[in-house]
């Protein structure tokens, strides 16, 4: 059977006040449509079917390949929005499930649910509802004697007894599509809105005497639509909280739950302990064993296992196992980092390679560099690698010492062994087991060739 989702997401979003479509909002890192279209994907076959209208390219650009989009302009209400879709719909499916996209909190699961009872249903559409203290302006749910829908009232049109009702309608619906497509046609104008409801298909539902099947959402949380910017923050809250409980589920410590900030596709594997004030975004991967934290900001970024980050900030870098970084160290976009490598405090790394073993230990500028196995570079180490017009690489070789305060002016390379003194500026290559000094440093000794692995100055 062929399922299919529509996302309602034309509407302005008039109380966000923000110049951002309501839609595009992001939560937990990603925008409010992406989740609503997660949950549709969920219990849907097809490729779904997004609205847009306000900000129409923009939204369509966001959303890319996960959804076709159709445009309703003007916006003339929900039923009206559903009618734009029948020319792409018609006849290439069985069910259709319609669903606003300012719920992100609504699961998967629970449209699933919708989409089974109504396959069990005689009657046309099921929708969800939920049972609040505070009915948030939501259109009121009347039943039946045998428990159907029988109307749903929007809230400024209800009667004083109506208002008391506290069964509300979500905003979720499956409908038979074939049964659907002739309904649209035959909502009639709201004459106090002027706009076409898909509410207001039950009533037609009614008439004809087909049932309208009633799935209640237990948790209410689901349920929260954003209208404006506070609700927008309680979804948030509520997001992260849920983000969270997976993650210790799945074996990971979170120190302080409510000062971890998780981004909603972030990956962490077991026995990761995530610290206070951490934040992790985007498409961040992380593994098992690690120590992140406090005071950490790492976005779209890979770290291996065992690692330990302390009060450091991360973007597009990867770290391999047992690094040792910070605190206050900053890797920039391809910042990689090789097992065992230890970084330390007011270090910088960009578009580098810091081979297994590397040690960093104080303030460095790191840039698009090559660093071989067990090198060491000292405080104050400098890759010059900006001549004011364009970048140039810096190749370090292994197990090589670089002095304090050395400046390396790129292009140049050091080959491995070498030793530059403190303060050398580095403007030519230096070939293999060299020591040079000064400025422009050069070369006063050929080192006697041996490897840290025969352990250095060992030999007499
Ligand atoms: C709607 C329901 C109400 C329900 C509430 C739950 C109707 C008539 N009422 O009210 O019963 O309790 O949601 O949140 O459906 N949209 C379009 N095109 C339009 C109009 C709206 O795409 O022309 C989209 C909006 O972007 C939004 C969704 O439809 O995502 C709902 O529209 P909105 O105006 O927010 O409806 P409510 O008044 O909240
Ligand atoms: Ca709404």
Redesign the pocket.
Known sequence: MKVTGI???????TRMKSNLP??LHPIAGRPMIWHALQAIRAATTERPVA????SAQQVTDTLGDSARTVV?E????????VMQVESVLNGKTDLVVVC????PLLRGETLLKLVETQKSNPGPFSLLTVTADDP????RILRQKDGTVKA?V?EYVATPGELQVRE????AYCFRADWLWNALGRISKNPRKG?Y????AVELAVKEGLPVQAVEVDDIEE?I?I?TRAHLAEVEATMRRRINHRHMLNGVTLIDPASAYIDVEVRIGRDTVILPNTYLHGSTEVGEGNQIGPNTIIRDSRIGDRCKVLASVMEGARLEDDVDMGPFARLRKGAHLGNHVHMGNFGEVKDSHLAEGVKMGHFSYIGNARIGANTNIGAGTITCNYDGDQKHDTEIGEEVFIGSDTMLVAPVRIGSRSRTGAAAVVTKNVPQDTLVVGMPARAIKKLERKSKKEGRGERP
């Open positions: 996302l309602l997401a034309a509407g302005q979003g309501k839609v609205v847009v209208g306000h309703q003007p916006q003339l209400g929900t039923a009206h929005a606003y996209s300012d719920m948030r302006g939501f259109g749903i929007e509300l309608n979500v905003g706009e409801y898909l509410t207001d349920t639509g209208n």
